[in-house]
C-alpha cells in the first residue's frame, strides 16, 4: 500500500495512500473574518500570501483552499522553498474572527 504525507513545518503525517487523495495534504491554518458588508475572507496565517473570499464562510475557505493549492505549485514548479511560517508568530486583530485547521491536497 502506497504512503502519502500530510506535511508543513509545524506537523508531518504519514498514512495510507487510500486514506486520502493521492499526492502531498498540508495543514493550513485560517482566519476567517467577516466584513460589514458580510463578505468572508480566509486568510493562511501560516503561508504568507495566500487567502481569498467568498459570499459564505464556506466559499471563502473553499476559495483560500484553492489559492493555497496554486501557490504550492508555483513554488514546486520554480523550485523554490515554501516560506512556512509558524501561525501563532501572526498578528490576529482582536475584533472578531474564527481560526480553522483545513488540509490542502496540491
Not at 487567502?51 to 514548479?77: H, M, P, Q
Request: proline share 5%; with cysteine.
Amino acid at each position: 500500500m502506497p504512503v502519502i504525507e500530510l506535511e508543513n513545518k509545524a506537523v508531518t503525517y504519514r498514512g495510507r495512500a487510500d486514506d486520502w487523495h493521492s499526492g502531498k495534504m498540508y495543514r493550513v491554518h485560517l482566519l476567517i473574518t467577516q466584513d460589514e458588508e458580510g463578505t468572508f475572507s480566509a486568510i493562511a496565517l501560516n503561508l504568507p500570501g495566500a487567502g481569498s473570499c467568498g459570499d459564505t464562510e464556506a466559499e471563502a475557505v473553499e476559495n483560500a483552499k484553492e489559492a493555497v493549492a496554486g501557490l504550492l505549485e508555483s513554488y514546486r514548479d520554480a523550485g523554490t522553498e515554501v516560506p512556512w511560517r509558524d501561525p501563532l508568530s501572526t498578528e490576529i486583530p482582536t475584533d472578531g474572527g474564527t481560526q480553522r485547521v483545513v488540509l490542502v491536497h496540491a
